[in-house]
């Protein structure tokens, strides 16, 4: 493993426990302003289970932004129906798991790596069917197609039978409830005082620990990709597709790798995503939640790897922070003062505010991708094919 | 038969409505080849400034046989929403006219969320009742013993319609502005190249477009006789898919897209639960909104010129 994927894997790991360590003294602390602007009380209160939820969707939208990354920022083909392949990967590991219960209740681990192999597989074949019949599309022209797609997997897993219709799949778990207990009780009790036991204790820690080892293991596969040559090959359709083909590259595979592994990576997330609520319904696979990913994304900057990771955690932390305040926003006559949707104003702030002002994202760092560029050219196979001199000022 | 007629007039009208939406998508995409995705959020605009103005008078909540208060409201809302389209070019779309046509299309994914929650926020985020006057119900004529009964309603639609699609004619062949719109859709450089300038054309189609789609809200929410902040991403989808299968940037092919997406999605509505009985598969409703997806992905796969466009290496 190369160095800077250690980094990677460290750094994921380490957030974590960070971060809780820096908000521990915000957690329980109550803010209470009697009169907020003449119009009520507002009281809000950060507790151990926000950070919890930030946690578990920050991973998810980690993992979905990654997946994304590989088709938007590798390939350059902008997907806006991403959730559809979500919905795929949860639905299908959900109706697994509600078909054998007694598999899942008795023999946890084989259930669990059946069901991810499931929402594995059936992604990947989703994503496959997807990218065949739009291989030629291009542009705005692609990015339509995948959003009606998307809304052709919502309408049907809304009116199916088979698939429950608008109630849902319901009381899926992860790892079953004995577990849980178990994990909490004898292991988390060790380092815990009492009074992070009484505020962590309800959790199912071991799922949350399940989720960060995919997001781990997923960010090392997207900056493996990115590292080899498949990658490069993504990198060269996206730049420019003619030459690409003119050099041997066969646009159609790569395309087919893009869209088959983006649509497994966002199986592995609409999975979490099932598991996490254990629910499986139409509402959570909304148009929002493409745009959720996209916007993690452009506030990273497309096609960075760590850029996906720092925009999920930083959006995802503050719609969560922005709903729970606006939730506690004084009411009048049983209305919000502000209705708690606002919060999807900073989304749409953030696309056209990022796009105008920095399209490659808030890091200051250089972007992944041109990092890699300049790697190439002074060593690897590109020397043997400088044509002329090389261009050095532009 | 009758329920067929029914469907039929029904299809029509939404198709009518449509048809405004989707001559908005294609002018802009003619001209600065962007989709400009918050143009259904423009038409909701419309009809909340519509919904909002009227409220203004009806504060007694008497004022529902007063059409003329409707027509009032209706035709603020028009000039209010042209002021949000020229804003909303101005503001998002302007600064990105020498970008890449992705980070247009992803501002204007942004511009679209920002309008429908800004209308959640300034409005209700539920839905908004907005009663049509009791004029629109009034019937003109029957056919098929009563079955069929054709309101003052169908025939506002088809007249405010026509009047729109005839004035959008008008000014694309017969005056300077329309000359410069066809000019910069063919080339814009060489077009400004020429001396037109290219932004006061840009501004304008969008000022034109934000106007037919505020009527066209209006209709609808009348249709439906509600408003809602996420009407517009509905409507606008379906004015998208019609104008893609007319083959964007073409505006008779917006116009006749419309009309066969009406016409479909009122017939889906109408049939479809006897097509689920006829292949043997239940099929409720609810796929109504998906046969607009459907057949906007099956053109897009299998003609990507859409019925009445021209070639384009990019698309295919």
């Known amino acids: ?394 | 038969m009758s329920t067929f007629l029914d469907h039929l007039l029904n299809g029509l009208l939404l198709g009518g409505i449509f048809a405004l939406i989707a001559v908005g998508y294609s002018l802009v995409y003619g001209i600065i080849k962007l989709i400009n995705f918050a143009h259904g959020e423009v038409a909701m605009f419309g009809a909340f400034f519509a919904f909002f103005i009227f409220s203004m008078f009806d504060v007694d909540g008497d004022l529902k046989d007063h059409p003329w208060i409707y027509v009032l409201a209706m035709v603020v809302s028009i000039f209010v929403t042209m002021g949000l389209g020229w804003l909303l070019e101005f503001l998002a779309y302007r600064p990105l006219r020498k970008a890449s046509r992705l980070s247009a299309l992803i501002t204007a994914i942004g511009a679209s969320l920002l309008l429908q929650y800004l209308a959640a926020v300034i409005w209700s985020p539920s839905v908004v009742s907005f009663e049509a006057p009791e004029v629109f119900y009034y019937e003109l004529f029957s056919v098929m013993d009563g079955d069929v009964l054709f309101e003052v309603k169908h025939l506002v639609v088809f007249m405010l319609v026509s009047f729109c699609l005839t004035l959008l004619w008008w000014v694309v062949e017969k005056t300077r502005m329309g000359k410069a719109m066809r000019a910069c859709s063919q080339d814009a450089d060489a077009a400004a190249l020429m001396g037109i300038n290219i932004n006061r054309v840009v501004a304008f189609t969008f000022i034109f477009g934000s106007a037919m789609a505020a009527l066209s809200g209006v209709l609808y929410g009348l249709h439906l006789e509600q408003v809602r902040y996420n009407m517009g991403i509905q409507i606008g989808i379906v004015a998208f898919a019609a104008a893609v299968l007319g083959g964007i940037g073409s505006i008779p092919g917006a116009v006749l897209g419309g009309f066969v997406i009406g016409f479909t999605q009122a017939m889906a509505s109408g049939y479809l639960s006897d097509l689920g009985d006829f292949i043997g598969h239940p099929l409720n409703s609810g796929y109504t909104e998906a046969v607009a997806f459907m057949i906007m992905i099956l053109c897009l796969i299998v003609k990507p010129n859409g019925l009445l466009g021209k070639g384009d290496a990019d698309r295919a």
């Open chain 1, 1 to 394: 493993m190369k160095r800077n994927n250690i980094n990677y894997v460290l750094g994921a790991i380490l957030i974590f426990p960070l971060v809780v360590c820096l908000l521990w003294p915000t957690f329980n602390q109550t803010i209470d302003i009697d009169n907020f602007f003449g119009y009520g009380k507002f009281s809000y209160q950060f507790t151990a289970n926000n950070f919890m939820t930030i946690g578990s969707y920050a991973i998810i939208f980690i993992v979905a932004a990654l997946g994304l990354n590989v088709q938007v920022g590798y390939t350059g083909q902008l997907n806006l129906g991403y959730v559809a392949f979500m919905a795929v990967g949860g639905y299908s590991a959900a109706l697994f798991q509600d078909a054998n219960r007694e598999l899942y209740q008795n023999h946890p681990f084989i259930g669990i790596c059946l069901s991810l192999l499931m929402a594995i597989f059936f992604s990947g074949l989703v994503g496959l069917l997807v990218c065949l019949p739009t291989i030629k599309l291009r542009g705005d022209y692609f990015a339509i197609v995948t959003f009606g797609f998307a809304e052709v997997v919502r309408q049907v897993i809304k009116n199916e039978e088979v698939l429950r219709g608008s109630i849902g799949i319901k009381e899926l778990f992860l790892f079953p409830k004995e577990h849980v207990d178990w994990i909490n009780n004898h292991f988390f009790s060790l380092f815990l005082n009492e009074d992070m036991e009484a505020a962590f204790k309800p959790d199912p820690w071991i799922n949350y620990g399940f989720f960060l080892l995919l997001t781990v293991i997923v960010i090392c596969f997207v900056t493996y990709l990115r590292d080899s040559h498949y990658g490069r090959m993504l990198f060269a359709i996206r730049d420019n597709e003619t030459a690409a083909e003119s050099c041997g590259i066969s646009l159609s595979m790569g395309k087919i790798y893009a869209s088959v592994i983006s649509a497994v990576i966002g199986g592995v997330a609409g999975y979490m995503m099932v598991m996490r609520t254990s629910l499986a319904h139409p509402d959570s696979f909304v148009f929002m939640v493409s745009i959720y990913a996209l916007c993690c994304l452009v506030l990273g900057g497309i096609g960075s790897v760590r850029g996906a990771v720092v925009g999920a955690i930083i959006l995802m932390s503050l719609g969560e922070v922005l709903r729970d305040v606006l939730t506690a926003m004084p009411k009048q006559e049983g209305e919000p003062l502000i209705p708690s949707e606002a919060r999807f104003i900073m989304f749409g702030l953030v696309l056209i505010l990022m796009m105008r002002f920095r399209p490659n994202g808030i890091s200051t760092l250089e972007n992944d991708t041109l990092r890699l560029a300049k790697k190439e050219k002074t060593k690897g196979w590109s020397k043997y094919f400088q044509m002329g001199d090389t261009d050095e000022s532009s």
